[in-house]
């Protein structure tokens, strides 16, 4: 996203974690700031936010596992600062990047915005459910100018948290199909991802509204892995474990991973993620937003294994 302002001749400001590496966003001509907004006040936002018409709010404590008071501090009470002072310092607009998980990770069918929200049995699903309830008082009560925004599975160059996991994983011929692997994903191209949060910043009806926004490509599970796999001339995973068996083993190492004080190797969420049947309509992101993914699978798994074989050369099969 910062690129394209960049190309369009804007100077975005950029608002870091201390000391989180910057410098290649101050060389491209971003004004970097840095500040941990879940220890931030209002008076220590405020300068930040000088002069600033919107705010695109991308921050949280992310993954499934850690201290749940860490993910209350930034992704509750460190929202409703920046909110709060966003609001103070005249801000135009404050889009909210949300995700789909406020939904839960398996919807076992279809959903759209109007479908419940449904915190998962870890603390970013319940934090950002919490951070979404604290947004919808906020607008109610106070008018907030806030537009919530539900990506899906963002992937894509630089996603080391998910992609490069899942493609190391077939490159070792170690990657299994959760369950049938005919369950669709609801993936977005990092690139359709950015397009649409510039699109809910600018659109004058989105205030106080809620979109997703995900591919409606259908791509299944099996779709996603053979692609990958295709990409990296390895064969596609064929190994299937049943998806009830593993959500019982995900939740097995959870436990192993509370006694031993340590992340465990597999979590319900993520196993939920590539494993249940998550149909995301995006009709409303269309009328209101003009949203429209443009790069459907073959063109961003290629795009992304290209990214993965400059990163990692070792572990590309020759």
């Known amino acids: 996203m910062i690129a394209r302002l960049l190309a369009a001749g804007a ?14 966003l101050a060389q491209a001509g971003v004004d970097v700031r840095a500040a941990d907004i879940g220890r931030c006040d209002r008076s220590a936002l405020m300068p930040v936010l000088a002069g600033i018409d919107c705010v695109v ?37 404050f889009v909210h990047v949300s995700s789909i998980t406020v939904h839960g990770n398996d919807v076992r069918g279809a959903a759209d915005e109007n479908s419940p ?23 109610a009560a106070e008018g907030a100018p806030v537009t919530i925004v539900r990506p899906g599975w963002i992937y894509g160059p630089g996603d080391t948290a998910s992609f490069a ?47 997703l926004l995900v591919n409606d490509e259908p791509v299944t599970q099996r779709d996603f892995l053979a692609a990958i796999a295709a990409g990296l001339g390895v064969p596609a995973p064929r190994r299937r474990i049943p998806y009830r068996l593993a959500l019982t083993l995900g939740g097995a190492c959870e436990q192993l ?47 992304s294994v290209a990214w993965y074989r400059e990163r990692r050369p070792a572990e590309v099969p020759a």
């Open 11 to 24: 100077r975005p400001r950029a608002l870091v974690h201390p000391g989180d590496d910057a410098g290649p």
């Open 57 to 93: 709010h991308c921050a949280a404590r992310t993954g499934p596992w850690g201290p749940a008071a860490e993910y209350q501090r930034t992704n509750v009470r460190g929202l409703e600062s920046l909110v709060t002072a966003a609001m103070a310092a005249g801000v135009r607009r």
């Open 117 to 139: 929200l449904r915190a998962g049995p870890n603390p970013y699903s319940r934090s950002k459910v919490a951070g979404e309830m604290l947004l919808r008082r906020m607008i």
């Open 165 to 211: 996991r899942i493609a190391r994983m077939i490159g070792q011929g170690r990657m299994p199909v959760i369950g049938s692997g005919e369950n669709r994903l609801p993936l977005i191209y990092v690139a359709d991802a950015a397009e649409g949060l510039l699109l809910a910043a600018a659109a004058k009806p989105a205030e106080g509204r809620c979109y």
């Open 257 to 303: 991973g509370r006694l031993a004080r340590r992340p465990p190797p597999l979590t319900r969420y993520g196993l939920e993620l590539l494993g249940g049947d998550n149909r995301f309509a995006v009709g409303r992101a269309r009328r209101e937003l003009g949203f429209s993914p443009l790069t459907g699978l073959a063109e961003g798994v290629a795009d």
